[in-house]
């Protein structure tokens, strides 16, 4: 534990969610100036989550709880305002800070004059959750953000969606009670562990801090432990999104704004994944190793009808979210196999997902703007018409699964590695899902980018100068992701190697092989 002098994380919650207040009750200087505040805000955001991390955390300790601070808050039961964070939390911390001004300046035109700044406050206060989540060191501080961040989104989804109105408050309604639903679960099992574990500590004002929660619950009769993972899970599955309760996220992507498919899917979905490994892992080890198989059945079956559901769909922004679906698969096998070196390659396709998703939503959602429909029967020829969007779709595409020298490339391979040494069967059925994967992105190109033009979409506008700004950095982060991840390979590796996995050692394995 390293404690901070200065409370960083809590500066980092407290500027969105700052400006968030500051555009939501001024109404004259949100309609006048709504766009550029949030804009500015969310730069400082950024400019000072990277100071933290090359300045104030230590990087020769990254599986350590860093820039930590704790205060009592309602110490009656056990709940505090405590923040830190490890090498994971922080990338994904600075994933979140790293998207936020790209979704703003890509929707930069798409409110109309007399409400431009609604979006952007719902954007801030969505940032200042996301933060708390990735950063909390209390159980309770992480539940709070885990549902409040319901109501922004759900103003985003229903109120400033695309297409119709009904359709919109249809799918913004389901996002809702399915998070709530898990979020309900969740609280009994936390509800559960006060009843069961609160009288085993003398000092009960700090009890769901992970660090007294790691002193009981690993410990804790297996019964115990499966009721906590299960309730957990439950929320996380729903979050990740996995098979058979996934069928929020193509709904919630066809009638959301791109901006809110790259925030959601790219950053808050990992809200589930992170748990995972923060939570389940960590907290309950005994009941997640009981509980390995059924996760990994689950996740090959959702890498397998994620990419299946992708390849029959002809909405664009519905085609992305399934393939997502496929993705979060792989990911929550890699956490369950029992492999450090897979459990590494699945925190590193959370950054690196993050970053391809957040470019296919962007570029299909403006494809779909220019021609007035996301239905990809109504495209074809579009590389003759609209070329750059055509290469930085493709791009991103083949960054998603996993093309040599781009993003997806390391996480999948390491996963894919990583399985192989614990279960063959497991392992081929994956590979099975990356050959899908590859048709669920080649096929749509085919379909809607290659040959005539046609009728009535000769004249589409290409990506302009501002469009174009925000492809750049998704595009090198694609490309340093690809050619040199031992960086965060490295950094990732202690997180991994301090929950004991048995299996073979991963740090030299695996900066080998993303080198």
């Known amino acids: 534990m390293i404690t901070a002098n200065f409370p960083w994380l809590s500066v980092l919650v407290a500027i ?20 550029v505040i949030a804009l500015v805000v969310s730069l400082v955001e950024l400019a000072l989550g990277v100071y933290v991390a090359a300045s104030v955390f230590d990087w020769s300790a990254p599986a350590s709880y860093q820039v930590y601070e704790s205060h009592l808050w309602i110490p009656q039961i056990g709940i505090t305002w405590s923040l830190g964070v490890t090498s994971l939390g922080l990338v994904m911390i600075l994933l979140a800070i790293g998207l ?9 035109d ?19 959750f996301m933060v708390v989540m990735f950063a909390a060191y209390d159980l309770t501080v992480f539940y709070f953000a885990f549902e409040a961040m319901l109501v922004p989104l759900y103003l985003m989804i229903g109120r400033y969606g695309v297409g119709d109105e009904a359709a919109r408050h249809k799918a913004a309604m389901k996002f809702l009670l399915y998070s709530l639903f898990g979020g309900l679960v969740m609280l009994g099992g936390i509800l559960y562990l006060w009843a069961a574990g609160s009288r085993a500590v003398q000092d009960v004002s700090l009890f769901f801090r992970m660090d007294t929660l790691a002193q009981i619950l690993p410990s804790a009769p297996l019964v115990i432990q499966m009721v906590i993972f299960v309730t957990f899970m439950v929320a996380f599955a729903i979050k990740a999104p996995m098979v058979p309760v996934h069928t929020w996220l193509p709904d919630t992507a066809a009638v959301a704004r791109p901006g809110t498919s790259v925030l959601l899917v790219g950053v808050l979905d990992k809200v589930g994944t992170f748990g995972m490994i923060a939570l389940c892992l960590q907290l309950t080890p005994g009941a997640a190793a009981s509980a390995k198989w059924v996760m990994c059945v689950l996740a090959v079956i959702s890498i397998l009808w994620g990419g299946l559901a992708a390849n029959g769909q002809n909405d664009i922004m519905r085609l992305v979210s399934y393939t997502s679906v496929s993705h979060f698969g792989f990911m929550v096998l890699g956490i369950f196999i029992g492999s450090q070196i897979a459990l590494v390659g699945a925190m590193f396709y959370m950054v690196a997902h993050g970053v391809s998703i957040a470019a296919m939503f962007l570029l299909s959602g403006w494809l779909s703007r220019r021609g007035g429909t996301q239905d990809m029967r109504e495209y074809v020829g579009m590389q003759r018409v ?9 791009v991103s595409g083949l960054a998603s699964i996993a093309l040599p020298g781009l993003s997806g490339f390391v996480p999948e391979y390491l996963v894919l590695m990583g399985t192989w040494t614990v279960s063959g069967p497991l392992a081929l059925f994956a590979v099975l899902g ?66 004991g996995l048995p299996t073979t050692q991963v740090g030299a394995t695996a900066e080998g092989s993303a080198q």
């Open 386 to 394: 609209t070329p750059v969007l055509a290469g930085l779709w493709l």
């Open 100 to 108: 936020v001004p790209l979704v703003l300046i890509a929707g930069w």
């Open 110 to 128: 798409e409110d109309d004059a007399a409400d431009r700044g609604a979006y952007p406050a719902l954007v801030l206060a969505l940032q200042s």
């Open 16 to 35: 969105p969610a700052a400006g968030a207040a500051l555009l939501g009750f001024v109404s004259p200087l949100r309609r006048a100036a709504g766009r």
């Open 434 to 499: 990356v050959v899908i994967a590859a048709l669920y992105v080649l096929m749509p190109y085919q379909r809607v980018f290659t040959g005539a033009p046609g009728k009535g979409k000769e004249d589409l506008a290409d990506l302009n100068g501002r469009e174009r700004g925000v492809m750049v950095p998704l595009v090198a982060a694609m490309l340093v992701l690809g050619i040199w991840s031992a960086p965060l390979v490295s950094a990732l590796t202690p997180v991994a190697s301090d929950l």
